[in-house]
């Protein structure tokens, strides 16, 4: 267990460690669907969702793991559990908004093999949060990631109408604002500790 | 006979003389003093960085128009700003090779790559310093004591140093900033030091008469927003004021923040970058709170002594979801704010 209050593990996961800019995970959906205002807020809202039921889940599995003395289980178990947890937000999704279902498209499914879902579930466990904690961090990280998604979707909406030179057009050219990004967001460094 | 043919145009059709390379130029008179202080109070040293840093702006903006096939675009004076400013938020012992690679990513990353002037998102230069401080964090917090009595026949030992190289020992006359000493060792300077620029720090960033003299010509020019500067100093002043009132033994009082570090020079020619601001006024003010949120966020709770060059330019990435938000009625249609 730690000793740290929730607050900060909110503010560290969103935004002194975001997953995205300071930790690069999940790049592909960042890269995939930052073209577009609409899609970015509603990816963010989707990956936010995952990462609290898996963030939950893996709670619940660390501890049973533990009980029956079989920590070498919890790579594949997080996998599997995270798995299943995207097709049950994919038949939600499919059920209730078939617009978003189809602009969401392939990202979807790849939330599921995403390595941002998994590193919350690996780092909630190494970093030994409870299950509030884990509950703050997931929705921290969530924010995090929503946040970065946002503003890269503004500036490359923007940026439409730039004369981008030819070869840095595209993921190029979101490779390299993200990196710019990512420097400004080191000045949160050492915030709320 | 009809000689003349019928012009139609849209609007406006009362233009003045001002063109893009006026407004660059008169940013540059601007800066001047600010600059010849900086040399004045460092020295030789100075003048080597910013000159650099000036020299590395405008040589890459030409190789990279070049390179494309396009006409050179050096003579509309942006790069030289973007030198300028680079230069002046470096200290004044920083290497030259490290201004000179600081100057080729502030144009070639920080404005080349989005289409060169008029769609750089980011302040080029804060970019430029953004890479310097990630890539050199020792060197660039490395601060020099101003007005020494050598200053203007030797250079700091530092200067002159290339890659790879053995540095040199650390130098004797090193000088904190005050607000390095003030949130490492709870020391505070007094204002009209601050002022005046009597002080430890960036090259340009020491006076802030000069700086906001230059500001206020530019505004009498109508050309910059006023708006910038009023509402990131008013912000700064409104927040750490009510700390204060708080707490006087923790938190520093208004005056010191607002004078101290590069505020003044970032609120003043670096926030109103006029590409990547807001074009609302209400859209400005905005932008302004935001930046003058941030640098007190990140001067007093975060782990870093100043924080104005990250505040810029993460507000800078904001501006397009303001304009997005805050957007101008149009002429004849309903009063709604409904962006969809």
Redesign the interface.
């Known amino acids: 267990m730690t000793n740290e209050s929730l607050s900060y593990i909110f503010i560290n996961a969103s935004l002194v460690n975001n997953f995205v800019l300071a930790y690069f995970l999940g790049i592909c959906p960042f890269l995939g669907v930052s073209g577009k205002?609409e899609t970015a807020t509603k990816m963010g809202g989707a990956v936010t969702f995952v990462m609290l039921i898996s963030s939950m889940c893996a709670y619940g599995i660390h501890q049973f793991l533990v009980a029956i003395n079989a920590p070498f289980l919890q790579l594949i178990s997080y996998i599997v559990v995270i798995a299943s947890t995207v097709q049950l937000v994919e038949m939600f999704i499919k059920k209730m908004s078939p617009t978003l279902f189809r602009a969401l498209g392939i990202f979807l499914p790849l939330i599921t093999t995403n390595c941002a879902i998994l590193g919350l579930a690996l780092f909630q466990t190494n970093k030994g949060y409870g299950f509030v904690e884990s509950f703050v961090y997931a929705l921290g990280a969530g924010a995090g990631f929503t946040l970065a998604l946002?503003?890269i979707a503004?500036?490359r909406?923007?940026?439409n109408f730039?004369?981008?030179?030819e070869v840095?057009k595209g993921t190029a050219?979101t490779l390299?604002?993200a990196g710019?990004?990512s420097?400004?967001?080191?000045?949160?460094?050492?915030?709320?500790? | 006979m009809l000689t003349k043919t019928l012009d139609i145009s849209t609007s406006p059709h009362i233009r003045q003389g001002t063109s893009t390379d006026s407004i660059m130029q008169n940013v540059v008179w601007a800066l001047l003093p600010v600059a010849l202080f900086a040399i004045f109070s460092f020295g030789l040293s100075a003048f080597f960085v910013i000159a650099t840093a000036t020299i590395a702006c405008v040589a890459t903006e030409h190789v990279l128009c070049r390179m494309a096939n396009k006409e050179s675009t050096i003579s509309d004076w942006s790069a030289v700003i973007t030198g300028l400013l680079l230069g002046l938020t470096l200290p004044p012992s920083f290497p030259l090779w490290m201004t000179f690679c600081g100057g080729i990513i502030a144009i070639g990353l920080g404005k080349y790559t989005f289409g060169g002037l008029g769609y750089n998102v980011f302040n080029p230069a804060l970019v430029g310093r953004a890479v310097l401080q990630a890539a050199f964090p020792v060197a660039i917090t490395t601060w020099h004591p101003a007005f020494l009595a050598d200053r203007f026949t030797s250079v700091a030992a530092s200067i002159f140093t290339f890659p790879f190289m053995e540095p040199p020992a650390v130098d004797a006359l090193t000088g904190a900033t005050p607000l390095a000493a003030f949130k490492f060792d709870q020391i505070t300077t007094s204002t009209s030091d601050l002022a005046f620029g009597v002080i430890s720090g960036s090259t340009g960033e020491t006076c802030a008469v000069l700086i906001i003299l230059g500001g206020i010509y530019l505004v009498a020019r109508k050309m910059m927003n006023w708006r910038i500067p009023v509402s990131i100093l008013a912000t700064v002043f409104l927040i750490s004021g009510v700390l204060y009132l708080i707490d006087n033994q923790i938190y520093p009082s208004p005056v010191f923040m607002l004078f101290s570090g590069g505020l003044m020079l970032g609120a003043v020619f670096m926030a109103t970058d006029m590409v990547a601001s807001p074009i609302t006024p209400v859209g400005v003010f905005v932008y302004g709170a935001i930046i003058g949120l941030l640098v007190v966020v990140i001067r007093i709770w975060g782990g870093l002594p100043e924080g104005v060059m990250y505040a810029i330019l993460l507000a800078n990435a904001i501006s397009p979801h303001i304009d997005n938000m805050i957007r101008p009625r149009v002429y004849g249609t309903a009063n709604t704010n409904d962006v969809s």
Do not use: T
């Open positions: 205002m946002v503003l503004g500036l909406e923007q940026l730039a004369d981008v030179p840095i050219l390299l604002i710019i990004l420097l400004s967001f080191m000045g949160f460094a050492g915030l709320g500790a």
